[in-house]
């Protein structure tokens, strides 16, 4: 047996939220890793693992990144300094990152969506596409070829089964 083989690699991120729903109704183009700009409230509220993607997007404003309508609710033990929920939030990306997507969503159809925040090494990642809305025809076709993968693996395992 190889050196190593047969132990199960570990993801060191540790996923607070995905967003299922981005897959769906976007045709994913490219994948870009963020830091994010956070208060200690929300990094604590994140620790708990709560978080919702579902609504949001990001921008580029003025050379900047921004996340914007993601929810982090208030984090419990909070006092008065506790943040706002849904509030803007920076991102923290290279220039050259920062200029080639802004010249993409310029582009008619494409957005900024974010897939899945996470830490890494103790850090708020946020991992962020550059995605094309997908057309109602295209969702169904999506759909119907996982269905038909499905049903293809299901025919080789009983296929095994009794061979």
Known sequence: MAKGAGKKQTDPRTIVANNKKARHDYAIEDVFEAGIVLSGTEVKALRQGRASLTDGYATIDRGEAWLENVHIPEYFQGTWNNHA???????????????????????????LVPLRLYFLDGRAKVEIALARGKKEYDKRQTLREQQDMREARRAMRQKEMLG
Request: aromatic share 0%; glycine share 4%.
């Open 85 to 111: 929920p849904r509030r803007r939030r920076k991102l923290l990306l290279r220039r050259e990152e920062i200029d080639r997507l802004e010249s993409k969503t310029r582009e008619k159809g494409h957005t």
